[in-house]
């Protein structure tokens, strides 16, 4: 009965988040292989859609949804690869899953669909490079074995492309493809770029009409736009409210504020886990600082969801999902969270990727305490300086989750006219010793202050860097002003 309820009760869920959908598609699985309670789980546009527990090796998953729809299957139990397959749905379509394992995204997809016929063709081709892969997709492996085998992946599947037809699925592939050339070109390990140039040139050319918005998406991934980096310029753009309404992405601007951006999803946990630290930061600090969410969803998706009403800061969208949208402009990888820092003066102060319980936090208190760069270490602030013939103190405060420490060595320096200053004291921790913050500043974040007290400047300079121990790659505090 509870199984009863909880599958009614997310079919009535999917149903308004697909726009209140009557028609469903039907998956069906099946493989000895896979033990009593594996949960089957079929997600449109990152939301879940459908459920089932394995039972006896056999799942059947009823998807609601309205006309042709790439949908990603993935099963959850032991045994079963971290990934997704890929499925084409259509309304009243039977889709069969077969196998003897749990590799499931290698199984026999048996499917009256042509698009799924197409990624079948892919798979077959593909078939021991993607075996290779989704083997790594269980349990631990170094990144560079994943990289090797994924890279594989892609070239076959090029290879492969230019003798299918255009369609859904063929381009799909091919954009994703392109959409992670970009993350493997951030790397410099990308060896295909010219094939992908020349697959997306004649990919347009013999492509039919009505898949001129995927080509244009295409387009703009194998041939990005400059992506603003740390120092330059910000690029505005036109983004629309859950009412429609019509924005400037950096309109705060003209307030003399600083701008947040924050590109997300909701099919990313970390970029949930960001919303209550992000609602207090702006909260608290609406008039130094202005926090703009770009969600990446589709529409639907972002304006129902349950967590949509708990955001404070804007929430806004600019209807592209990532594709040739304002994220290409600032994001170096289709990664989320990415977060842009925007100074008054419409400068990319500091870019970062994922998050940390207590940066916003400390990222605010960078913004109101001494001009600083604290990017490579966002818990940590300056919030004065006092420097006089016989010391330079500096008082900082961190913030960090309830359950962490944090430790300063005592080879930690000032950098300054060219000069290294000692540590010579601190006060309100100790040296070389875990700390543990201890004043709530909000749900599991603490924050404490202390001081550090270093050698005399020789001449007072006008910035200077604090370095958290004498490590090439240490965390360091830089361009903090004097004054």
Request: aromatic share 10%; proline share 5%; charged share 20%.
């Amino acid at each position: 009965m509870k199984k009863l309820l909880s599958t009614i009760t997310l079919a009535l869920v999917a149903i308004a988040a697909l726009g209140q959908s009557t028609k469903y598609a039907t998956i069906k699985g099946y493989s000895p292989a896979l033990k009593d309670g594996t949960i089957a789980k079929s997600y449109i546009d990152n939301t879940q859609v459908a459920t089932d527990t394995v039972m006896g090796g056999h799942f059947t998953l009823n998807v609601p949804l309205d006309e042709l729809t790439r949908s990603d299957f993935a099963l959850s139990g032991e045994g079963c690869p971290n990934t997704w397959l890929c499925l084409y749905l259509k309304p009243d379509a039977v889709i069969e899953l077969s196998g003897t394992d749990c590799l499931y995204p290698l199984w026999k997809v048996d499917s009256p669909i042509a698009e799924q016929q197409t990624l079948n063709r892919i798979t077959k081709h593909c078939f021991d490079a993607y075996k290779e892969f989704v083997l790594l997709c269980i349990g631990e492996t170094s990144w560079t074995k994943f990289h090797h085998a994924e890279l594989k992946v892609f070239k076959q599947t090029m290879d492969i492309l230019p003798t299918l037809p255009v369609d859904a699925a063929s381009l799909y592939k091919l954009e994703y493809v392109a959409q992670q050339s970009k993350v493997y070109d951030a790397l410099d390990v990308f060896p295909y770029t010219q094939q992908l140039k020349e697959l997306e040139a004649t990919t347009a050319a013999r492509a039919p009409k009505g898949f001129e918005h995927d080509l244009a998406a295409i387009h703009a991934l194998v041939y990005p736009p400059h992506i603003v980096q740390t120092g330059e310029e910000a690029v505005d753009g036109e983004v629309f409210d859950l009412q429609g309404n019509k924005h400037q992405l950096l309109e705060s601007l003209a307030d003399g504020r600083y701008v947040l951006l924050d590109f997300w999803s909701y099919g990313c946990g970390v970029s949930l886990a960001t919303i209550p630290e992000l609602n207090a930061v702006y909260l608290q600090n609406k008039d130094k600082l202005d926090v703009v969410g770009i969600n990446l969803d589709k529409l639907s998706t972002w304006q129902q969801h349950p967590q949509t009403p708990k955001i404070d800061y804007k929430n806004w969208n600019d209807g592209k999902m990532r594709r040739g949208g304002i994220d290409g402009h600032y994001c170096d990888m289709p990664a989320t969270p990415y977060l842009i820092l925007i100074s008054p003066q419409g400068r990319v102060v500091w870019k970062n990727m994922g998050y940390g319980q207590g940066w916003f936090f400390g990222m605010a208190e960078a913004i109101k305490g001494p001009k600083q760069d604290n990017s490579s270490y966002l818990w940590m602030a300056v919030r004065k300086t006092e420097a006089n013939s016989e010391s330079t103190k500096v008082h900082f405060r961190i913030y960090l989750a309830n359950s962490d420490c944090f430790s300063i060595p005592k080879k930690s320096y000032l950098e300054a006219n060219g000069k290294r200053y000692k540590l010579t004291a601190a006060d309100g921790i100790k040296i070389d010793a875990d700390n543990k913050p201890e004043t709530n500043a909000f749900g599991t974040i603490n924050y404490t202050d202390f001081t550090l007290t270093f050698e005399p400047f020789d001449t007072l300079p006008t910035t200077y860097t604090f370095k958290k121990g004498d490590a090439e790659d240490a965390p360091a505090i830089r361009n903090i002003e004097l004054k």
